[in-house]
């Protein structure tokens, strides 16, 4: 039997019904405010804060505390647990816990990525508490999420530029409300709905598998008889097994306050989803981060092992994130929302301009955002979402648009009609005028945007970043545009065509997986960055550093960094790839053949003293042999590849060098072992194959 939602939501949560018995009334309401809205907490009630917390915390069993924060590009969780022993006096200890202690954190961070910003400044890290996110309690240890930088306050992580970008589209969006004569909108609060992917492996067979162990996807593998083209996964019914695991995970989620909310079997087999409730962005980035680590922690609980790579088996679907983003106003105005007469919506109008033209002046660097190494296996390759960056609108949304691209401005919008099966017994459904597009990187979903391209192993931190400071970019142009217009209706109505007039190409409604699409695109001088290493680059266009610089997000040193890293990140992982194909090769795959070849070879013999003709034994074994003979020759050439390539001291030559010359190397090695797979009997193959680990779980 499952658990009950209601009674079990957020009982590992300090929340406002924990502070509300635990604090004194006119703290708690301080300490609510700060929460909601931000801003600074005074050191004295930090303390009672601190101290209710603990009292809190070792009534739940908690031993530890620990700030929790995501160095940059590492996607999960960094935390570094300290009890709440104090010094003993006379032998005895007891449980402390400070307002210092709970503000701030000095963990040594000179073993994370700083892309050279810690050599100038100082090893030491510094990790600040975000008390916009809420506190809660893991396995017996009160998570305090922070946010992490370094001793001269460079940003460390995705967070940091996330809360910064997130004040800089409410400061601007504010600005832009008032322009419309609204005076009670305080802030606008950025969304986000991240929809999560993952594949379950049984994990006595992932232990079998050191290209699973080492880089999180298959390296070798041939493609099993059957796949996903019939089509008979998706929300399939969910194995009783993982339906299990999901119980269990969700029951912890809910207990942390994750709103859980739907789950389901994805397009290939062993694929599934979860998906919580939109929260506001920062909240979402430190619940999607738990929600990885549970997912993989829950799933070893079960025998499994959850696999967050975008990419893990060749020819198969691959794992993304769906983002879904909307901005809305404190006083509850969905700045996504057209309502009933989009046509004459003239502040939805505005924000979709400003959208179409962030979304088309930052495409490069939207596509960075959602990309990692793996990703690189989905975007542009024949399994789409497409590495262009373009918006699909939806029927309605997009006729209006074309309307005022055509003359200034729309008169009616295309009604959304309903959906009648025929059956009387059954109800009239309303028809989504946003028609869903599938393929579409960035598409329009009635009250938000969804943005598809996101790696599924990624912090959402990056990507909402990009989105939320383009915003702000683009709405205080639009403020200084139209701030003193004599005729303000006019004056908006003239800026809201121009800018879908300059950015109309963004727009796309077609298959974003036909072939014609990035001929299409490239017409239209749409980007088309095939992968991550082509786009790191664009974090220091002058577009990028102005808009970063201009709303306090990113400094160019921050961004410099940042570009080192990923480059770092990208040869780091091909490293690791390379290298654990070489040792996959040298001693499971060539040994296993060669043993095959002997007993073939023996075949053969007895065959023929026997008197019989052996040509078939004789044809097989030569089958073998040259393959084997490749693969030898292959693994030698992708050693001396990736050492050429691990010589280079220049991080972003050496990257170009992993994807241009050790890459094809790897498939080099590959095309013989898979073929080997394929003519070999089971029995004498080395490891669980794809059908093993993707349909028996
Ligand atoms: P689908 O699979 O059809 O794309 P799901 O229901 O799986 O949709 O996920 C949609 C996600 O979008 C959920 O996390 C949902 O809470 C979120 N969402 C809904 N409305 C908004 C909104 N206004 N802003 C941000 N996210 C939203
Ligand atoms: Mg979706």
Redesign the pocket.
Known sequence: MGVNIEKVFGENVFDDSVMKVRLPKNDFETVKKLMHEGGEITEDLADVVAQAMKEWALEKGATHYTHVFQPYVVSVGAEKHDSFASVPVDGKIENTFTGEELLRGEPDASSFPSGGLRETCSARGYTAWDITSPVYIKEDTLCIPTAFCSYTGESLDTKTPLLKAMHAVSKQGVRLMRLFGNEVTNRIYS?????QEYFLVDREKYLKRPDLIYSGRTLFGAKPPKGQEMDDQYFGSIPPRVKAFMEDLNTKLWKLGI?A??Q?CEVAPGQF?I?????ISNVALDNNLLVMDLLKKTARAHGMICLLHEKPFDGMNGSGK?N???L?TDDGI?L??PGKEPENNKLFQLVLACTMAAVDTHAVLLRLAASNTGNDHRLGANEAPPAIISMYLGDQVGDVVSQIIKNGKAESSISSGEIDFGIKKLPKLEKDPTD?NRTSPFAF????F?FRMVASSNSIGDVNTVLNVMMAEQFEKAVAALEGAEDFDKAVEEYIAKLMKEHARIVFNGNGYSEEWPKEAEKRGLPNCRSIVDAIPTLLDESTVEMYGKFGVLSKEELEARKEILFEQYAGVRNIEALTMVDMANKMIIPAAVKYTKKLADTVLTVKEAGVDATVQTEMLSDVSVRLAEMKKAVKELEDITQKAADIENTQAAAIAYKDEVMPAMAALRKPADELEVIMPKEEWPMPTYGDLVFEI
Do not use: D
Request: glycine content about 6%; aromatic content about 14%; hydrophobic content about 20%.
């Open positions: 969304y986000v709905g991240p929809e709103t909310k739907t389901h989803e998906a919580p409730i939109f929260s769906h879904n983003w909307s809305t969905n996504f929302k869903r979903t009635g009250n938000r969804e």
